[in-house]
């Protein structure tokens, strides 16, 4: 899929710098951030690894109850951040920004796949919730997800970033003890 290139990758690697920067991690804060930032990651490798690209609309695994799961788990991944790195600005800014950007992100790409898919999304539109599951059954997210599936798709970047994430914060830790 082809949507026009927009600067939220490269803020967010600025506004990722930022946040090592001025984090200040505790014992209590690295654990309960990393625990949300790994269950982030959990839903957004079962989301890659049930979705084919480009080869129709994905209704099943996890899409079969959210048709954002991807955006949802990076949105637990960046929570777990703010939580692990204790800073109140940056997290205020990260709940305000993240929905505003995300919301225009998903309307524009909703937008292409009616364009591509036609009816057969527009009934997806219809069935499954944009974001808030109203139901959830890990057995059929997990049993419908292949990991070979979610490295194809390149979901390994983001387990690589979420590794260099806990790295940096252990040593900043390490290093104000």
Known sequence: MKIRNTLRIPLGFLAGGLFIWRAHPTPRSFVIGALIMIFG?????ISAGTLIKFEGVTRNGI???T????YIGSFFLGLGACIMGRDLLFA??????????YIRVVRREEKWLVGRYGDDYVAYLNEVPRLIPVRLDFGEALRETSPFLAVKNRELRTVFGLLAVLVIMAVKLAMAN
């Open 41 to 45: 990651e959990a839903i957004r490798f």
């Open 63 to 65: 899409y079969a109850f």
């Open 67 to 70: 048709r954002n799961p991807l």
């Open 92 to 101: 205020a800014l990260f709940v305000t920004i993240f929905p505003l950007l």
